[in-house]
């Protein structure tokens, strides 16, 4: 009897630590919906349109955001953002490296589907991504 108690506490102990983690972990496959691009930098006409193309993993953690470009060999890309905000109008993360800010900003729109703004800012130009994206 005692060797079944010990089990169910293990059994219980072990579904409390792992809970949070599986509760906050969701990954989003996304599509572009949007882009906009404002610089004083020449970058093609074909800039726009290839942004239009892109595809993303979005991943949440307890403490990051991961954002995964897919699908082009060219430019593979991930980016881990560190959370700073968590609350009733979504998820903002940031990333910061002192010539660039990059925020990402994740909405619910229903169990199913999130509505992501990625906005790259720096002295030179400003890039923001609009996506849909469906949970994986």
């Not at 729109?109 to 703004?117: L, M």
Request: net charge neutral; charged share 20%.
């Amino acid at each position: 009897m005692v060797f079944m108690k010990n089990r169910v506490i293990i059994f219980v102990g072990i579904l409390f630590f792992a809970y949070p983690t599986y509760a906050i972990s969701n990954s989003f496959f996304c599509d572009v919906t949007s882009f906009s691009h404002t610089t004083q930098l020449d970058e093609g006409s074909n800039f726009v349109a290839n942004n239009l193309k892109k595809k993303y993993l979005i991943t949440t953690k307890e403490k990051n955001i991961i954002v995964s470009q897919i699908g082009d060999e060219n430019e593979p890309n991930q980016r881990i953002f560190n959370i700073i905000t968590n609350d009733k109008w979504g998820l903002t993360g940031l990333i910061n490296n002192g010539l660039m800010w990059q925020i990402v900003f994740l909405s619910d729109k229903d169990d199913e589907t999130i509505s992501v703004t990625i906005t790259i800012l720096t002295f030179a130009f400003v890039n923001a991504w609009v996506l849909g994206c469906k949970k994986v």
